[in-house]
């Protein structure tokens, strides 16, 4: 790679990052939008036109607010950590192919599962260094949720990374110019998309921050600028995952068609919000360990053969 090339990636990175903060300003927006109609009210429409400079105000506001520091909190881990975990976020939308000149490389996908593996890391630091009994029931029931999760999460990936044998999001497009694999492998979109809700802490599965019993969770002692990381953290990686599933089962051709694809698929993780009460806890850990690791164990296992038996 020459000199040029290097300074294009450099480039064309920042404003990916960029782009991506906006996105999720305005992804904001359309989430309490949605909301607002599914509980027929109109939700922000006073700021600007239509509401539309409303998530701006908000940041604004965010970062301009007093910060109050906890007394006995570990101030180094408790200052970092939510930074780190926003870094993190962002560090993989590099992985997307938008070109081929970004971080983007052979190995995409394992180097993703290692990424989005240390963010529960980062999760526990901010639960533990705000020395809160809160935070640190917050950060025990996210830590248990994730980690469950990724066990079904890696085996139902693993089942289409058998059935394309390559680690490369770019070559997935090739597999799905005729038929895209949502209607081959339907029930493991459902599962890919519920255990992605569950990864992020996504309502129905936010237990992470249940008001009634843990108040608000791992971040109960963050506000400011502190809490606006936690919140682009989260915000990012779901939008992450919209393009991650928009890849792997409805075509990874970049098009208009994709995007729309994308926004239906952010539409559909704001409506679930909107029309499902929150899970009980223990029946989230039966869903995980009882239904969707031997359906995806089982998948994995019949994909396996198949490709075994062709290539044979």
């Known amino acids: 790679m020459n000199y040029l090339e290097t300074y294009l990636s450099i480039f064309s990175l920042i404003i990916l990052l960029v782009m991506v903060l906006v996105s999720v300003a305005f992804f904001t927006l359309f989430e309490r939008k949605i909301l607002g109609y599914i509980q027929l009210r109109k939700g922000p429409n006073k700021v600007g036109f239509y509401g539309i400079v409303q998530p701006f105000n908000d940041a604004i506001k965010l970062f301009s607010k007093e910060y109050m520091t906890v007394f006995l909190s570990n101030y180094l881990f408790f200052y970092i ?7 993190v976020s962002l560090f993989i939308w590099g992985l997307i192919p938008f070109s081929e000149i970004l971080v983007h490389f052979n190995y995409s996908l394992l180097f993703m599962f290692s990424v989005l593996s240390v963010t529960i890391y980062f999760i526990m630091l901010m639960a ?17 949720q994730v980690i469950s999760y990724e066990v079904s999460l890696m085996l139902i990936i693993l089942s289409l990374i058998f ?3 390559t680690f490369n999001y770019v070559n997935l497009s090739g597999f799905q110019e005729l038929v895209w694999f949502l209607w081959v492998l339907y029930p493991l979109f459902i599962c890919l998309f519920v255990s992605f809700l569950a990864e992020t802490n996504r309502s129905p599965f936010d237990f992470a921050e249940g008001e009634s019993e843990l108040v608000s969770g791992f971040n109960i002692e963050y506000g400011s600028g502190l809490f606006a990381a ?6 990012t ?12 089962f409805l075509g990874s051709v970049y098009s208009l068609s994709f995007y729309i694809k994308v926004i239906i698929l952010v539409f559909m993780v704001n409506w679930v919000r909107g029309v ?6 223990d029946k989230l850990m039966y869903l995980n360990w009882k239904i969707y690791l031997p359906i995806s164990l089982n998948y994995l296992i019949l994909i396996l053969g198949g490709v ?5």
């Not at 950590?81 to 870094?87: D, G, K, L, V």
């Not at 990686?237 to 792997?248: H, W």
């Not at 075994?308 to 044979?312: A, D, I, P, Q, T």
């Open 81 to 87: 950590a939510p930074f780190i975990n926003f870094f």
């Open 128 to 144: 533990w260094s705000s020395n809160s009994k809160y935070s640190m029931l917050g950060g025990l029931r996210s830590m248990a």
């Open 163 to 165: 059935l394309v044998l």
């Open 230 to 235: 936690i919140f682009l953290a989260e915000y």
């Open 237 to 248: 990686s779901i939008l992450f995952f919209c393009f991650l599933l928009s890849f792997m």
């Open 276 to 281: 499902m009460p929150r899970y009980r806890y």
């Open 308 to 312: 075994m038996f062709m290539s044979g």
